[in-house]
């Protein structure tokens, strides 16, 4: 895993080291010249199901495959966590550097933490597992076809299937708690606080359920919207063949809609310094777009090919390249001109 600065990299930028590790049995997720103190995750052995079958990528365009697992990335205040999806596991990497990988299982597609512990999907092997710090993982627990996405309500995880066009909500025992049918292909999760909301690729929608997995609302996006955000107000929703953003209001009203760049993947709502930002990864463009919450652009960085995926780490955007095996460090403060 390459990690890279924006482009073009300026002489004195700081650079993460790279340290290959061997994963034997169990992994040391500790940075470089880590303590023997460290927190230890026990990789997940599987038996490998059947292929899933996907329903068909009904009204979507010819050149965007919504099937498509792509690279994914997630961070906690220690560790950034990339879904290598191409080589079925994920790979950590501390602030100094990487430390090893995860495996739990194949086409890893979703991540969420809840507290310390760490949630991931596997999308071919319609599994969660879930890894505890320094104890054995627990699982893997079956859900459906293709899980997608993950979220957290503070008190229960969701689980985005798009195989099955449903969505779950599991106790942190993994024990299945609802299951629903959207009647959809669903790629993403957002909880508002209040309410799970869920982004229906196929259809052109966001999908509104209470905590008791019962649909109680829905809004027509652009086309093919796919990665959601909340700003502690709104919903924002990236639409992958407008190239478009939308703001919408809990109660389900499109505030706007901006233009950003080809192809937007996904969508990330950052605070830093005082300040309020959305960040756009585009992926036909190889940028990285920051706008203020009222649409205006306030940066756009070139990136690494293909960008697919964001996480805030410290003070740093990463942004996960769905072409070539690497991340790039966006610091969150950066603007066009300065």
Not at 293 to 313: C, H, I, K, M, T
Request: with cysteine; hydrophobic share 45%.
């Amino acid at each position: 895993m390459r990690v890279s600065e924006p482009h073009p990299r300026k002489p004195a930028a700081r650079r993460w080291c790279l340290l290959a590790l061997v994963v034997a049995p169990a992994i040391l997720i500790a940075a470089c010249g880590g303590s023997d103190d460290e927190v230890t995750f026990t990789p997940v052995v599987l038996t490998p199901t059947a292929e899933p079958t996907a329903p068909p990528a009904r009204g979507a365009s010819e050149d965007f495959d919504p099937t498509v697992v792509l690279p994914g990335v997630g961070a906690d205040a220690m560790s950034v966590w990339i879904l290598n999806v191409n080589e079925d596991k994920v790979d950590l990497l501390s602030a100094t550097g990487f430390v090893g990988s995860v495996l739990a299982g194949r086409q890893p597609s979703a991540i969420v933490f809840e507290g310390e512990n760490v949630w991931i999907a596997s999308a071919a092997d319609a599994i969660v597992v879930k890894l505890v710090p320094n104890e054995d993982p627990r699982g893997p627990f079956r859900v459906g076809l293709q899980p997608r996405a993950l979220e957290y309500d503070g008190q229960n995880i969701w689980v985005a299937s798009a195989g099955e066009q449903t969505i779950s909500k599991l106790s942190t025992d993994g024990e299945e708690l609802a299951t629903t049918f959207i009647g959809g292909f669903p790629t993403a999760l957002q909880f508002d606080g209040e309410h799970i909301w869920v982004a229906d690729i196929i259809n052109d929608r966001l999908l509104k359920f209470n905590l008791d997995a019962e649909r109680v609302g829905v809004v027509n996006t652009g086309r093919s919207p796919r990665a959601l955000a909340f700003d502690g107000t709104n919903i924002w929703v990236s639409n992958v063949l407008d190239g478009t953003v939308s703001k919408i209001s809990v109660d389900g009203n499109v505030i706007a809609t901006y233009p950003v760049g080809g192809k937007p993947v996904d969508i990330l709502y950052a605070e830093y310094e005082g300040g309020r930002y959305i960040w756009v990864a585009n992926m036909d463009d190889d940028t990285v777009m920051k706008l203020s919450l009222d649409g205006q652009r306030v940066a756009v960085v070139p990136v690494d090919e293909g960008p697919a995926s964001l996480a805030l780490f410290g003070s740093d955007l990463i942004v996960v390249s769905s072409v070539i095996q690497s991340l790039t460090r966006v610091p969150l403060a950066t603007r066009d001109g300065g």
